[in-house]
Nanobody
């Protein structure tokens, strides 16, 4: 059974940085495109960043240039380095594998002074 375990969230001031991690079990991780999503209160879940099996990356325009997605296949882990954080980045962040209709608990990121 697939599991996604996200961590690394917290409270940070505007302009600060956080690094999120997601450990994945139950799938052949190296064969999957992976992604980070986020959901703010009373809003739809939205795609933040994608990384393919050959490390091609795509970002939502709202985070491009500030966030960086990466993966370590040997550890079945993806990361999201978030810099220059803004209050509008406040959300619960989730990781997911392409085609997997299951979600972990996510990790809360709050950007506030």
């Amino acid at each position: 059974q697939v599991q996604f375990v996200e961590s690394g969230g917290g409270l940070v001031q505007p302009g600060g940085s956080l690094r999120l991690s997601c450990v994945v079990t139950g799938i052949d991780f190296s064969r999957y495109e992976m992604a980070w999503y986020r959901q703010a209160p009373e809003k739809e879940r939205e795609l933040v960043a994608i990384i393919s099996i050959d490390d091609a990356r795509k970002y939502d325009k709202s985070v491009k240039g500030r966030f960086r997605i990466s993966r370590v296949d040997a550890q079945s882990t993806i990361y999201l380095q978030m810099n220059s954080l803004k209050p509008e980045d406040t959300a619960t962040y989730y990781c997911n594998a392409d085609g997997i209709d299951f979600w972990g608990r996510g990790t809360q990121v709050t950007v506030s002074a």
